[in-house]
């Protein structure tokens, strides 16, 4: 009988590898740019542009139709009916504005004015109905004027292509203070058709300098707005063209200098024809989008994939001319012909999906970008983070370069030094700066430290892992151990009373804790889309949550509570399941962990719900910011199939294929082909899974095994199986190296106290012993609640097997027993201060708002009332408001001091007023000082007048925005 299985089991296997060998590749027939909908994202809060650009180019030329605001933030949005103009680059799906240089109008009259206040300007409206975009392209007519646009582009430069309705009133306004406050400038003429300048400008980057040179196909007659003959800012071109001929307009654009503008046109367009630039555009996205071809009969998942492959494609973005040279991080030209040098990393968002999908289908260009981080890295002083034309922009967390680096040095990918690279890895993660300092002293960064405390705790942890992995790789121990031990200081910020990851309030748990409350503690986010992200060590995350059944539980609620999140308002936190927010970056492994409790049938439903659901083919078809390339390469490398869970892993993830067959074609001359049979709507579950003629029962791929080629063929089912579902066939990332000790918490017991506080201590690791001291005496074990009575400070850490925690010190301070405070009006839990009488603790607020200590109150007033506990004859009276304008934090119009001996009150004593509403760029603290020498009583009822909606100037004031109180600190003598 196990002769006669063997035999069975050998017949198959040599029909599966003959099936495997005859397997053809994906083919299409019809060109892939048809499949490009450069209009998917431009609606919604997708923050993408529609104009001709080249990938990975320069030049972004595309239309402008929003001047301000959040989806405002590429310039363009699908809503808009007026379009200003065309400028030369924009940013693809970013969450914060910049760019949009060098606008040029074609128009019918001279008229210098915008027309965004709503009088008459060189704005035109416009129909979607005459609009049309792909690859390298892009036309519309301009309902007003009736001039037709069309646009194309090279790599550095672009073209313009007007056609007039008669030869009469042909110009084209050139407006440099377009969109961003603009710093210097120049317009130069050099002859009747050619001209060149500068732009130098403020907005993200603070310091954009970007040079022209535009050359038209016709003569022009120049005329500047009236007083501005000497330096002006704008321009209008009168066209000589009496036959009415189709009109061109070719502009280079350089970082470096005007010579540089000159050269990219003069050596990218030179006499070529618009048509001859389109074609070649349009040649150059065919071989980009011919990377992976996918086959399918549902028109809308490929129109889907095809756009989401191309935004992957729009950053980073080229930053050096034709000659080599560009504008370095320390804003000096360099010059290089060995790699190609980009700008433009938002790496918080790429580092997860689009790099790696980089290392699949773009290897040579990753070491271009490693090449660039590490210049960066020479000329700037630290490896980029979100840099931007030559600017650290000091956007977003983490050291994210560093997985980039790691990533491709463990796939092989080379042609960098890295031995620099290491160096400037270890460089990033061994700075004081951003709550570093204390990350490397405690293991943990405290809110009181650093705002977004446990985002940055566990993205350090990952980053640090990242390092740990090449050091080991490279034959460094000694590093490897440093940064593997740092890469477990994600448990310091787990409480084990609720299972999430939290921030640690003077050593307590913030509190009181809501994980559905958006506050400091989380980038963009809350509890819930932080507490999963351990991705180096997810079977050590799953320990600390009590197991698979516990974390899967976790999971299931994560995806089927309550999508309603409470605190601060938070546009990121989009298209939400429950608390699964794809819309936003860290979400995205998490439908993936399933694979890592043995339910991979899970993965497959729930990713084949968000790729089915949150990506459409429309407008507003993104469900969230774009993100330079991240949210589209999540659908890319998802609807293939599988997804990197832990970029330096190696380790791909599998969930569920969307289409019958895909090819990927990598640049070592290899393919790898997935095929779905059985595929259709219903039919998301995988049966089975043959990987080159031999099944395939574990739920992960590695990255050889995609790049050396072959295929993997799924069968598909309707229901779910039981594949991959055995504890030997599921992925696993785990830390089994250098064990660390969780530090100890105080689990109860309040740091500002009347009489005394009784303090109880926990710890992550339940098995550890802790110790404690009061002001430095000996260290005893903690065995009992310690009582504290007087203001001191407290030191404790935890042991194990040996390993010591990190010590915690914490100061308690006594408030005097017979004063408290009631508060009449209510602040906002996530900026509590510390609690109800975190007014008068004794602990003052710093000039980071973001740390805890400050109590806030949005379009509310403060209203408190002290009890001194008796009649006190009375000196002095201190209070302090925050002001960060930009945050919608400001002073209060008004502050009134009242003095009772009964707790009743009648006229203030005192008022004090405060211009608050008058704009000012500085966070400060001001101390409001009234003088009671002189006076007694019992109470003392403060009231701070809340200046309530934001003025009429502040950027929140379109989105109906009310400003917020921030106090901190009264204190009475």
Known sequence: MKQLFYLCYCMLLLISCKDASSVTHSKETKSLLSYVDPFIGTGGHGHTYPGATLPFGMMQLSPDTRLEGWDGCSGYHYSDRYIYGFSHTHLSGTGVSDYGDILLMPTNEINFHNGADGKKGYRAPFSHANEKASPGFYQVTLDSTNIAVALTVTNRAGMHLYTFPSSENQFVILDLEH?????????????????????????????????????????????????EDLSPTKATFQIENP????????????????????????????????????????????????????????????????????????????????????????LEIHQTSKFDYYTVFSLWDTYRAAHPLYTLIEAERTTHFINTFLTKYSEGGILPIWDLSGNYTGCMIGYHAVPVIADAYLKGIRGFDAEKAFAAMKHSAMQDHLGLESYKQLGFIPVEAESESVSKTLEYAYDDWTIAQMAQAMGKDADAKLFSERAQYYKNSFNPQTNFMQGRFRNTWFAPFD??????????????????????????????????????????????????????????????????????EPSHHMAYLYNFVNQPFKTQEKVHEILTTLYKNSPDGISGNEDCGQMSAWYVLSSLGFYPVTPGSNQYIIGTPLFEKATMHFENGNQFTIVANNHSPKHKFIASAILNGVPLNRSYLWHEELTKGGTITFEMTETPSNWATKDHEIPSTEITVHPIVPAPYIASGDVAFKEETVVTLGNAEKNATLYYSINDTIFKRYQVPIVVKEASTLFTYAEYEGIKSSIIATKFFKIDPNRSIRLHTQYANEYNGGGASALIDGIYGERDFRTGAWQGYQDTDLVAVIDLGSVQSLDMLNINFLQDQRSWIFYPTKIECFVSNTNSFSTPLFTKTIASEIPSEKIEIKTIPFDLSGQKGRYIKIKATNLGALPAWHLGAPMNGKAWIFADEISIK
């Open 179 to 227: 969109r961003d406050k603009l710093l210097d400038h120049t317009i130069t003429q050099l002859s009747s058709t050619e001209f060149n300048g500068y732009r130098f400008s403020e907005a993200w980057a603070k310091d954009q300098r970007l040079y022209f040179h535009i050359k038209f196909s016709h003569p022009v007659t120049v005329t500047h707005p009236p007083n």
């Open 243 to 330: 036959k009415n001929e189709i009109v061109t307009v070719s502009v280079g654009i350089s970082a470096v200098d005007v010579t540089g503008a000159k050269k990219n046109l003069d050596a990218e367009i030179g006499s070529k024809s618009f048509v001859q630039v389109k074609k070649e555009a349009e040649s150059v996205w065919e071989k980009q989008l011919n990377k992976i071809v996918v086959e399918t009969e549902n028109k809308t998942h490929k129109v889907n994939f095809y756009t989401a492959l191309y935004h992957t494609m729009l950053a980073p973005n080229l930053y050096q001319d034709v000659d080599g040279r560009y504008r370095g991080m320390d």
């Open 515 to 584: 994980p559905f409350e958006v506050n400091f503690n989380y980038t963009e986010a809350n509890a819930w889309q932080y507490s999963l992200y351990v991705p180096q060590d997810i079977s050590g995350l799953i320990a600390l949550m009590g197991g698979k059944h516990v974390f899967s539980n976790h999971l299931d609620t994560l995806f089927e509570t309550s999508s309603t999140t409470s605190g601060r308002e938070q546009a990121d936190i989009t298209g939400l399941i429950g608390q699964y927010a794809h819309g936003n």
